[in-house]
């Protein structure tokens, strides 16, 4: 399956409209077993125990950096009356050596219901101003040929592929 690495400035990223009614928040390990759920409907897998047991411990190993080192403002969730309808979780360092160094997104879900509603624009908005309060002027992620979708959002947003 083809992989690109794209990445684009963080001032570009920022000036968005969020969603109404849609609240931006750091997620927690407490969020875990919603986000579990979440990323399994995202991916369009089946919420098994076991598939939940799977994707919790994977989210748990992502929280104590096993992807990239991370901060306690380095997850954000988009929750729309109580419920998680997307999340991402960005890295401060590249998992991939031939990546760029600076905050990397390891993952980015929003609920099959919610999309095309400019959840992930805004979960991107917010990361990318985190990104400037850490001090970094880039964002960058890794997709696959999987998902087009995405490709089309990153591109609107000005994501542009590494050499």
């Not at 950096?65 to 306690?72: K, L, S, V």
Request: some cysteine.
């Amino acid at each position: 399956m083809e992989q690109r690495t794209l990445h684009a400035p963080v001032n570009a990223l920022t000036d968005v409209d969020r969603p109404a009614g849609v609240e931006i928040a750091t997620l927690t390990r407490y969020d875990i077993p919603v986000l579990a759920v979440l990323t399994l409907d995202a991916y369009g897998d089946p919420t098994t125990a076991e598939a939940l047991l799977e994707t919790s411990e994977e989210l748990r190993l992502t929280f104590d950096g096993a992807f990239g080192p991370t901060t306690e403002d380095s997850f954000v969730g988009a929750w729309d009356g109580g419920t998680l309808v997307g999340a991402i979780l960005v890295v401060r360092e590249s998992p991939w050596d031939d990546a760029p160094d600076g905050p990397f997104v390891v993952d980015l879900v929003v609920d099959p219901e919610y999309r095309r509603r400019g959840i992930a624009t805004a979960l991107i908005a917010e990361v990318a101003s985190r990104c400037k309060d850490w001090g970094f002027d880039s964002l960058a992620l890794r997709i696959d040929g999987r998902h087009s979708g995405a490709a089309e959002l990153y591109d609107d947003l000005g994501f542009e592929e590494i050499d």
